[in-house]
C-alpha cells in the first residue's frame, strides 16, 4: 500500500510516446525481404516481434518464409523520459502466385518456401509440399521455367553462393536410376523432357540426387548464365523450394472485417460496446492484444492507462477463411483527478481539526483513499498553514491520474483566553481571602496560569475594590491568544461593632454609680471609645432607667462598622426594711433603753411606739433618724411602769 502526499501542483510522470506503425502491404512468397519503418513520437528506436504468421524479423528487416497471414508487433519499451508505448500491430497478408492461363501460363499455383538458414533436405521439402497439399514443382517448358525464376531470382535468402556459382530452391525433379544425366522424373510423372542444366550438370556421383536452380554471377564470369539447373545430393540441403498447386488450395472464399476505429479514451470511462462486423455476416470475436483492458460479451472495458490494441477475429467456416488480426489501437488517457480541500480555520491548540475537500475524477473501485494533512500541529502559532492531500493508494491504481491538488490553507486563529477572577467578600479588617477564579482555553501544552491581586488591605474602608485577574506566561505563549480579563470584586462590609453598657443597680435616693461597659468589634485599633448615660437622679424612684451607650469616634472610623448598641439597666431598689435589734441599755442609765436596728445608709427611719397593740394609735419618738451605716439607734426613757411597743418607719423621700 502506498501513500503520496501531494503538494499544490500536478503529479509528475514519464511522458507519453505513441508509435506510428503505417500498414504493411500484402505481398507474395518469395518476395524480396523488406524493411518495416515504424517510428515513435519520442525519437526512441522501435523493435518489432512476430506475432504470428511465416515470417522472421532481423532488426526492422522481415523475411517472408511461406504464404499464409503474418501478424507483426512494433514496440517501444520508454526510458526515464518516456512511459512505455502502446504496442502497435500490423498485419498483412502473403499469398501464392498464380500463373494465370491469360498471361499463357497452366492456372497453376506456385508457393515459394524460405526454411530458414539451416536449410531443408529434398525429403522433408516434398513432404512438406504434399502436406500443403501441393507437390515440388515440376517445371516442364521454358516459359514455366522463366517464370518461377523470377519468383525466386531476386530473394538472396534463397540462395547459397559459392565463388560465383549460386544454388537455389528445390524443384520435383529426382534422379531414379544412377545412369548419367538421362534417368530422370518429376514428382509428379509428367515426362522429364524438358530440362535447363547448367554447364556441366548434373555432376554429381550420389545415387540419389535432386533438382535445384542454378546460376552463376554474370559479374564474377566471362559467361551470362542466370537461370539453370543444378543436382543436389539427397544428403545436400537447400535455402528454398518451390510448392505447385493444381488448383488453388483452398477453395473457399476471403471475408473481410470492418472494425471501426476506437477513439483515445480517458480512463474511468464506461464498458465500449464494440462492433466490428464481418463481410461474412460470421459473428465477429475480440481480444486484448495489448494493453490494460478486458472483453466481456462485446464491450471493452478499461482497466488502466497506456495503449490498447484489441484484435477482431472471425473464425471461418466451409464457405469462408478464417479472418483475424485486424486490429485498432487507441490510448487511453489518465483520468485527471482534481482534488479541492475546503479551507479551514480554527483557533490556536485545537486538536480536534477535520479536513474535508472535493474530489472529482475518482474511480471508486480503485480503492483509493483521500484524506488531508498539514503541517500545523495543536501547538503551532496562530498563521496560515498549507493543507495537503494524502492519497492511499493499496491497489496502485494513482498511475491512472493526473492527480491535481488545489491550494487550501488552514488559518489558526487566536484561541480565547478567558482568565475570570471570582467575586467575594470581607468584613472591614480583616484578612483578604484567598483569591480565586478560572482560566479557560488555555492548551495543555503552555504552561499558563491564572493571577490574582487586589488593592484592598486589612485597613480599608467599607466599599468595593476590583480584583485583578492576569496570567502568569514563562513561556511568552500569550500571544497565541485574545485575553478576556474578567476582574472580579472584593466587597468590604461593615464589621460588626457591639457596645454594651453593664448594668448596675443602687437604692432609691443614692448618687447614680459611675456607668461602664464593653466595646467590641474594633478593627485596625480604631480610636472608638464609648460613654454611657442614665436619665435616672437620686430622687428617682424605685424602679428600672436604661442605661444609654455613647460612641466617640474623632477618626471618622464608625462608617466602616455595623453597630449595635446594647443598653444597660440601673435598677433602683428600696431599703430593706429595718429589723429592730434587742434592745440594750446605756451604760449607767438602768431607766433608758437603747433601740438599734438594722438600716440603709442615707435613708431616714421615724422610731414610733405605742402602750397598746390593739390600738392603732403611734406615737413618733424623736425626731427621724438618718442612718450612716448599715445600722442606726435611738435612746429613750420611758415613763415607769407603762410599757411601749416599738416600730421603725422608713421614710422615703
Not at 521454358?142 to 553462393?161: G, Q, Y
Not at 491568544?481 to 464589621?495: D, E, K, R
Request: proline share 7%; with cysteine; charged share 10%.
Amino acid at each position: 500500500m502506498t501513500s503520496v502526499i501531494f503538494g499544490a501542483g500536478t503529479l509528475l510522470a514519464a511522458s507519453d510516446q505513441t508509435i506510428n506503425f503505417p500498414a504493411v502491404a500484402d505481398t507474395v512468397s518469395g518476395a524480396v525481404p523488406f524493411a518495416l519503418s515504424a517510428t515513435a513520437s519520442s525519437g526512441l528506436p522501435v523493435s518489432y516481434s512476430v506475432v504470428s504468421g511465416p515470417v522472421t524479423i532481423s532488426s526492422n528487416i522481415i523475411s517472408i518464409m511461406a504464404a499464409g497471414t503474418a501478424v507483426i508487433q512494433a514496440s517501444q519499451a520508454g526510458n526515464d523520459s518516456f512511459s512505455p508505448a502502446t504496442n502497435v500491430v500490423q498485419s498483412f497478408e502473403i499469398n501464392r502466385f498464380q500463373w494465370t492461363t491469360n498471361s499463357g501460363g497452366n492456372g497453376h499455383y506456385y508457393e515459394v518456401r524460405y526454411p530458414g538458414p539451416a536449410g531443408i533436405n529434398w525429403t522433408n521439402a516434398q513432404n512438406d509440399a504434399v502436406s500443403a497439399g501441393g507437390y515440388l514443382a515440376t517445371i516442364t517448358s521454358a516459359a514455366e521455367d522463366e517464370f518461377v525464376f523470377n519468383l525466386i531470382n531476386a530473394n538472396t535468402n534463397l540462395w547459397v553462393f559459392s565463388s560465383d556459382n549460386k544454388f537455389g530452391p528445390l524443384t520435383g525433379g529426382y534422379k531414379v536410376v544412377d545412369d548419367g544425366v538421362t534417368n530422370w522424373a518429376w514428382v509428379t510423372g509428367e515426362p522429364f523432357t524438358y530440362q535447363n542444366w547448367g554447364p556441366s550438370r548434373p555432376n554429381s556421383s550420389s545415387a540419389v540426387d535432386h533438382v535445384q536452380y542454378f546460376t552463376r554471377d554474370p559479374d564474377a564470369t566471362n559467361d551470362a548464365l542466370v537461370d539453370a539447373w543444378s543436382d543436389l545430393p539427397n544428403n545436400g540441403r537447400s535455402l528454398g523450394y518451390i510448392i505447385e498447386y493444381d488448383t488453388s488450395p483452398d477453395s473457399r472464399l476471403n471475408q473481410s472485417i470492418n472494425f471501426p476505429a476506437i477513439p483515445d479514451q480517458t480512463y474511468g470511462v464506461a464498458p465500449i460496446a464494440l462492433n466490428a462486423t464481418a463481410s461474412s455476416g460470421l459473428p465477429v470475436e475480440y481480444t486484448i492484444v495489448y494493453g490494460l483492458a478486458s472483453i466481456s460479451n462485446n464491450f471493452l472495458i478499461v482497466n488502466g492507462t497506456g495503449g490498447v490494441t484489441v484484435c477482431a477475429s472471425v473464425a471461418g467456416n466451409a464457405n469462408y477463411y478464417s479472418r483475424s488480426n485486424v486490429n485498432q489501437e487507441f490510448y487511453v488517457n489518465r483520468e485527471g483527478l482534481w482534488i479541492t480541500p475546503a479551507n479551514l480555520a480554527g483557533p490556536y491548540g485545537d486538536t480536534n481539526r477535520i479536513f474535508s475537500g472535493n474530489v472529482v475524477g475518482l474511480v471508486s473501485a480503485d480503492g483509493i483513499i483521500v484524506g488531508y494533512s498539514t503541517t500545523a500541529t495543536a501547538g503551532s502559532a496562530p498563521g496560515t498553514y498549507p493543507i495537503t492531500p494524502v492519497l492511499t493508494d493499496p491497489n496502485n491504481r494513482l498511475t491512472n491520474y493526473v492527480v491535481i491538488a488545489n491550494p487550501a490553507t488552514l488559518i489558526v486563529t487566536q484561541a480565547l483566553l478567558t482568565v475570570t477572577a471570582t467575586s467575594t467578600s470581607r468584613g472591614y479588617g480583616a484578612a483578604n481571602p484567598p483569591w480565586t477564579g478560572t482560566l479557560v482555553g488555555a492548551w495543555s501544552g503552555d504552561n499558563l496560569s491564572a493571577t490574582y491581586n487586589s488593592s484592598a488591605t486589612a485597613a480599608s474602608p467599607v466599599g468595593t475594590y476590583p480584583i485583578i485577574a492576569g496570567v502568569s506566561d514563562p513561556g511568552n505563549r500569550l500571544g497565541n491568544y485574545v485575553v478576556v480579563i474578567n476582574n472580579g470584586v472584593l466587597s468590604v462590609t461593615p464589621a460588626p461593632l457591639t457596645v454594651t453598657a453593664n448594668n448596675v443597680t443602687r437604692l432609691y435616693g443614692a448618687a447614680n454609680p459611675v456607668f461602664t461597659g464593653v466595646i467590641s468589634g474594633v478593627q485596625n485599633g480604631d480610636n472608638i471609645t464609648a460613654s454611657y448615660s442614665c436619665a435616672a437622679v437620686a430622687s428617682s424612684p424605685v424602679g428600672t432607667f436604661p442605661i444609654i451607650p455613647q460612641l466617640t469616634d474623632p477618626g471618622s472610623k464608625l462608617a466602616n462598622y455595623s453597630v449595635s448598641s446594647v443598653d444597660g439597666t440601673l435598677t433602683v431598689g428600696s431599703p430593706a426594711a429595718p429589723v429592730l435589734l434587742r434592745p440594750t441599755r446605756p451604760s449607767g442609765n438602768s431607766e433608758a433603753i437603747t433601740l438599734a436596728w438594722s438600716a440603709s445608709s442615707g435613708f431616714g427611719y421615724q422610731v414610733q411606739y405605742t402602750t397598746s397593740l390593739k390600738s392603732a394609735e403611734w406615737t413618733n419618738l424623736g425626731p427621724i433618724v438618718t442612718a450612716t451605716d448599715s445600722t442606726a439607734s435611738i435612746i429613750d426613757t420611758p415613763p415607769a411602769g407603762a410599757p411601749r411597743f416599738y416600730r421603725v418607719v422608713l421614710q422615703l423621700p
